[in-house]
């Protein structure tokens, strides 16, 4: 059964700070990982999605990594800013199903 | 193009009633996925759909249910409200069903059970 797990649960930083988000899953039989950011009381906002095939993604400040035989996933977020406070989860879509499996999330908190 | 639109945004229920949520995918999306957040579960698959029939369905019991009309639109169902029903249901639609059909969210039904 895949299981997903972040790391860390929550995490507070200064504006400015270069941080990492962790994400690990338990099955490597993955179609595609993706990472979501979700605003309190809101919905999700998709981030950045890497297929099996691809180790990277970037978008803007966001830069996600994959590494499927290990069963990893990074977020990296550069120079953070307080609008980037908000929980960030990952999801993995495995091959032998067509729902998102998702991590419990990493509620992150950038003060000014 | 408008994204997912849920209804309603909020809703406030009595434990034993039952309660019918919608979903409205994006134009031209045809597969619709529901999924409930909770704080102590986070979020879990419920069921989806494609053209009017069910595709996958995670393990929650028989009171939830759902059902796509043929416009794409999304309804799910739950009966007999428990106050651990209590949650974030979202809904979620893609082009087509499959694994390689990016989820598009949207912003979620609030659902209190009192």
């Known amino acids: 059964k895949q299981e997903v797990t972040q790391i860390p649960a929550a995490l507070s930083v200064p504006e400015g700070e270069n941080l990492v988000l962790n994400c690990s899953f338990t099955?490597?039989?993955?179609?595609?990982l993706q990472w979501f950011r979700q605003d309190p009381g809101k919905g999700l906002t998709s981030l950045l999605l890497i297929q099996s095939s691809q180790r990277e993604q970037t978008s803007g400040r966001l830069n996600a990594s994959l590494d499927k035989s290990s069963g990893r996933s990074t977020l990296y977020i550069a120079a953070s800013q307080p609008g980037d406070s908000a929980t960030y989860l990952c999801a993995v879509r495995p091959i032998n199903t067509d729902k998102l499996i998702f991590g419990t999330g990493t509620r992150l908190q950038v003060f000014p | 193009k408008a994204g997912v639109t849920q209804t309603p945004r909020y809703l406030i229920k009595t434990r034993g009633q039952q309660v019918t949520l919608s979903c409205s995918p994006i134009?031209?999306?045809?597969?619709v996925s529901w999924y409930q957040q909770t704080p102590g579960q986070g979020l879990q698959f419920l069921f989806e759909y494609f053209s009017e029939t069910q595709r996958n369905k995670g393990n929650f019991p028989g009171r939830f249910s759902g059902r796509q009309f043929s416009n794409s639109r999304s309804e799910m169902n739950v009966s007999t409200l428990e106050l651990g029903d209590s949650a974030l249901y979202l809904c979620?639609?893609?082009?087509?069903?499959?694994?390689?059909?990016?989820?598009?969210f949207g912003p979620g039904t609030r659902l209190t059970v009192t």
């Open positions: 979620a639609s893609s082009l087509r069903f499959g694994a390689s059909y990016e989820q598009y």
């Open positions: 134009s031209g999306h045809r597969s």
């Open positions: 099955d490597s039989a993955i179609y595609n």
